[in-house]
Nanobody, 115 residues
Framework: QVQVMESGGGLVQAGGSLRLSCAAS????????MGWYRQAPGKQRELVAF???????NYADSVKGRFTISRDNAKKTVYLQMNSLKPEDTSVYYC?????????WGQGTQVTVSS
């Protein structure tokens, strides 16, 4: 059974850093595009960053220069390094992975940034 598990969320003060991880397991299909999204209470889910299988990256304007997405294909894992965190970054963060032709979402991990 395919599983996508996130880790690394938590509570941090403004200006601090967190690193999120998301690992896929239970599949022999190829891992294609990988991305991170976030959803704050009362708001729509929004793209934070994604990375293609060809290692091209794209970021939301609000996180450019502060967040870095990367991947380890051997571990089927995508990372999101978040630096200079701001209170407005507080959200539930979800990873989204293309496994073969399928879109698989993680369960979400809470990131809370205190001022």
């Amino acid at each position: 059974q395919v599983q996508v598990m996130e880790s690394g969320g938590g509570l941090v003060q403004a200006g601090g850093s967190l690193r999120l991880s998301c690992a896929a397991s239970g599949t022999s299909l190829s891992i294609n595009d990988m991305g991170w999204y976030r959803q704050a209470p009362g708001k729509q889910r929004e793209l934070v960053a994604f990375i293609t299988s060809g290692v091209m990256t794209n970021y939301a304007d609000s996180v450019k220069g502060r967040f870095t997405i990367s991947r380890d294909n051997a571990k089927k894992t995508v990372y999101l390094q978040m630096n200079s965190l701001k209170p407005e970054d507080t959200s539930v963060y979800y990873c989204r992975i293309m496994i073969g032709p399928y879109v698989v979402w993680g369960q979400g991990t809470q990131v809370t940034v205190s001022s």
